[in-house]
Nanobody
């Protein structure tokens, strides 16, 4: 599974941004079996979970983004998105797309989100 993230950029605090990830080279029947997620890594910090969506569509969010971020998946496009609202400077990080199935984990290349105060 090869993951390609896009949509990062610079936004002012309080603004919104959407990042997306496409699982290229993955067939539909494989993609739908994977749990998909977004992680982020801020400068000098460890990578942390932002949000995940299971194969069945259940979602889970980090406490810091609950109520502000929404993860979704479009299986027909083999894609996931993260809609981010009410962004804060502390949301600044490189956002990584992730796919998991069993012991297999795949990472995208990351997309930078910068929130200015």
């Amino acid at each position: 599974v090869q993951l390609q993230a896009s949509g990062g950029g610079l936004v002012q605090a309080g603004g919104s941004l959407r990042v997306s990830c496409v699982a290229s080279r993955a067939i539909f029947s494989v993609f739908i079996q994977h749990e998909m997620g977004w992680y982020r890594q801020a400068p000098g910090k460890q990578r942390e979970l932002v949000a995940v969506i299971t194969a069945s569509g259940s979602t889970n969010y980090a406490d810091s983004v609950k109520g502000r971020f929404t993860i979704s998946r479009d299986n027909s496009k083999k894609a996931i998105s993260l809609q981010m609202r009410s962004l804060k400077p502390e949301d600044t990080a490189v956002y990584y797309c992730n796919a998991k199935r069993g012991v297999n984990t795949y990472w995208g290349q990351g997309t930078l989100v910068t929130v200015s105060s």
